[in-house]
C-alpha cells in the first residue's frame, strides 16, 4: 500500500484527474456512447498517469537538490525503478485503449504523449518549453472527436483553445518553481520571460480560450443566453489570476485557477452540444 501511495502521489494527481474529467466532458460533447467513453477516459487517465510518473522520475535529482519533499520520490518512499515500471505500462495501456478506439484516437494521443513525454525529457529547460503544451493541449479535444464512430479532428475553434489553455496552463504551473528551477538549471520560456509577463500572457491565453469557445458555440447552434455566462465565469477567473499572482505573488493558486477555468470550459462545450 505504501509503494502505491507512493506512485499515486508522483502521478501529479490533481492535474491528472482535471484532465480526466475534461476527456470525460469532450467524449460527453462529442455524443460519444458508453463503452466508447469508458475507454476514451480510462486511455487518457493511463496517459496522465504515464506522464506524471515520467516527470518526477526523470527530475529525481532536480528535486532531492532543492529539497522537495513534498515529492514521494524524493522522501524515498519507493524506488525510482518502480516509477519507471509503472509509468511505461501505464503508457502502454493508454496505447492500447487508443488503439481499440481506431487509428486517429491512436495518432493523436501517441502524438500528444510524446509532446509531454518531451517536455519531461528535457524541453522544459530550452526556450521552447512551451510547445509541448501547444500541441498536446491542441489535440486534446481531438481525441474525443477521433474515439467517435465516424472519426475526424475537432473543430479548429477547440483546437485553438485548448492550445492557448496549454500555453496558460505551463505559464502558471512553473512560475512557483522559478528560483528552483534557476538552481538546477531549468530555463524555459517562462524563466526568460520572467514572472510578471508569463502571467499577463496566462491571463491573455484563458480569455483567448473562452472567446474561441463562445464564438464557436454560438457557430454551432447553441443559444447565446446559455453560453454568455460560462464565458463570464472564465473571464472572472482570468482577473482572479492576475489578480492573486500580483498580489500574493506566483503560487499554485494561480495554475489552480487556470485548471478550474478548463473545466468550466468544459461543462460550456458539453451543454453547448446538448442545446445546439
Same mark, same amino acid.
Given at each position: =500500500?505504501?509503494?502505491?501511495?507512493?506512485?499515486?502521489?508522483?502521478?501529479?494527481?490533481?492535474?491528472?484527474?482535471?484532465?480526466?474529467?475534461?476527456?470525460?466532458?469532450?467524449?460527453?460533447?462529442?455524443?460519444?456512447?458508453?463503452?466508447?467513453?469508458?475507454?476514451?477516459?480510462?486511455?487518457?487517465?493511463?496517459?496522465?498517469?504515464?506522464?506524471?510518473?515520467?516527470?518526477?522520475?526523470?527530475?529525481? /535529482?532536480?528535486?532531492?537538490?532543492?529539497?522537495?519533499?513534498?515529492?514521494?520520490?524524493?522522501?524515498?518512499?519507493? @524506488?525510482? @525503478?518502480?516509477?519507471?515500471?509503472?509509468?511505461?505500462?501505464?503508457?502502454?495501456?493508454?496505447?492500447?485503449?487508443?488503439?481499440?478506439?481506431?487509428?486517429?484516437?491512436?495518432?493523436?494521443?501517441?502524438?500528444?504523449?510524446?509532446?509531454?513525454?518531451?517536455?519531461?525529457?528535457?524541453?522544459?529547460?530550452?526556450?521552447?518549453?512551451?510547445?509541448?503544451?501547444?500541441?498536446? /493541449?491542441?489535440?486534446?479535444?481531438?481525441?474525443?472527436?477521433?474515439?467517435?464512430?465516424?472519426?475526424?479532428?475537432?473543430?479548429?475553434?477547440?483546437?485553438?483553445?485548448?492550445?492557448?489553455?496549454?500555453?496558460?496552463?505551463?505559464?502558471?504551473?512553473?512560475?512557483?518553481?522559478?528560483?528552483?528551477?534557476? @538552481?538546477? +538549471?531549468?530555463?524555459?520560456?517562462?524563466?526568460?520571460?520572467?514572472?510578471?509577463?508569463?502571467?499577463?500572457?496566462?491571463?491573455?491565453?484563458?480569455?483567448?480560450?473562452?472567446?474561441?469557445?463562445?464564438? +464557436?458555440?454560438?457557430?454551432?447552434?447553441?443559444?447565446?443566453?446559455?453560453?454568455?455566462? /460560462?464565458?463570464?465565469?472564465?473571464?472572472?477567473?482570468?482577473?482572479?489570476?492576475?489578480? !492573486? =499572482?500580483?498580489? !500574493?505573488?506566483?503560487?499554485?493558486?494561480?495554475? @489552480?485557477?487556470? =485548471?478550474?477555468?478548463?473545466?468550466?470550459?468544459?461543462?460550456?462545450?458539453?451543454?453547448?452540444?446538448?442545446?445546439?
Amino acid at each position: =500500500m505504501r509503494t502505491a501511495r507512493a506512485l499515486w502521489g508522483a502521478t501529479h494527481p490533481g492535474p491528472s484527474l482535471v484532465v480526466t474529467a475534461l476527456s470525460l466532458a469532450l467524449g460527453l460533447a462529442a455524443g460519444l456512447e458508453p463503452w466508447r467513453l469508458v475507454v476514451l477516459v480510462v486511455a487518457v487517465f493511463a496517459g496522465q498517469v504515464s506522464v506524471g510518473l515520467s516527470n518526477d522520475a526523470i527530475d529525481l /535529482f532536480r528535486d532531492a537538490t532543492v529539497g522537495r519533499s513534498d515529492k514521494p520520490l524524493v522522501r524515498g518512499d519507493t @524506488r525510482v @525503478r518502480t516509477a519507471w515500471i509503472a509509468a511505461f505500462a501505464s503508457l502502454g495501456v493508454a496505447i492500447v485503449l487508443s488503439a481499440v478506439l481506431g487509428w486517429g484516437m491512436l495518432l493523436a494521443h501517441v502524438v500528444a504523449l510524446v509532446s509531454a513525454w518531451s517536455y519531461n525529457a528535457g524541453l522544459k529547460s530550452t526556450p521552447a518549453s512551451l510547445a509541448p503544451f501547444l500541441v498536446s /493541449f491542441g489535440i486534446f479535444p481531438s481525441l474525443a472527436t477521433f474515439s467517435a464512430p465516424d472519426p475526424q479532428p475537432a473543430a479548429l475553434w477547440a483546437t485553438f483553445a485548448g492550445a492557448v489553455l496549454g500555453a496558460a496552463v505551463h505559464l502558471t504551473n512553473v512560475l512557483p518553481d522559478l528560483d528552483d528551477d534557476s @538552481r538546477t +538549471g531549468v530555463r524555459g520560456l517562462p524563466h526568460r520571460l520572467g514572472a510578471a509577463a508569463s502571467v499577463v500572457l496566462a491571463v491573455a491565453g484563458i480569455v483567448l480560450a473562452a472567446v474561441a469557445v463562445l464564438v +464557436g458555440s454560438l457557430a454551432e447552434g447553441a443559444p447565446a443566453a446559455a453560453m454568455i455566462p /460560462f464565458a463570464v465565469v472564465v473571464a472572472i477567473i482570468a482577473g482572479a489570476v492576475l489578480l !492573486r =499572482m500580483r498580489r !500574493r505573488g506566483p503560487d499554485r493558486t494561480g495554475f @489552480r485557477l487556470v =485548471m478550474a477555468a478548463a473545466l468550466v470550459l468544459a461543462v460550456q462545450l458539453v451543454v453547448g452540444s446538448s442545446l445546439s
